[in-house]
């Protein structure tokens, strides 16, 4: 079995834990590193790894809202490596998180999410 995965979080990027055991991905916080590779590339790695054995199912948690050009391209890599996983049989859920303040960025995570076809909701979060 995969050992878990975590990824502190600093000022520039989120905190990103994929758990193996409790079939969960969280990641934390805004997303603006020098290079976006570093961060979510080890996350696309594990999700590889992860989906290796058949009808893995996966609850994802995003609570990022600000990224910048790199993020938002490394972030749609791992809305696509997802959309491949599930289109392969996996059961993968997603709820991205949005500050009640800000309709702006819902707008946003709405253009992420167009092409995706596994279940995702786009929830106000609770203050």
């Known amino acids: 079995m995969m050992k878990k995965l975590h990824i ?33 590339g ?3 790695t594990a999700l590889d790894e992860y989906f290796e054995q058949p009808n893995t199912p996966l609850n994802i948690k995003m609570l990022s809202f ?8 490394m972030i749609t890599d791992m809305l696509a490596r ?8 996996h059961p993968v859920e997603l709820t991205w998180f949005y500050p009640s303040d800000d309709l702006e960025i819902k ?18 979060l609770e203050e």
């Open 42 to 44: 080890p996350l696309i």
């Open 82 to 89: 997802l959309q491949h996983f599930f289109d392969m049989g």
């Open 107 to 124: 707008d946003t995570f709405e253009l992420f999410l167009e092409d995706a076809s596994f279940p995702y909701s786009i929830t106000q």
């Open 8 to 40: 502190e979080g600093t000022r520039y990027s989120p905190r990103i834990e994929l758990d193996p055991e409790t079939r969960t991905l969280l990641i934390e916080g805004d997303s603006y590193p020098e290079n976006a590779v570093d961060v979510y």
């Open 66 to 73: 600000f990224q910048n050009t790199s993020s938002s391209k």
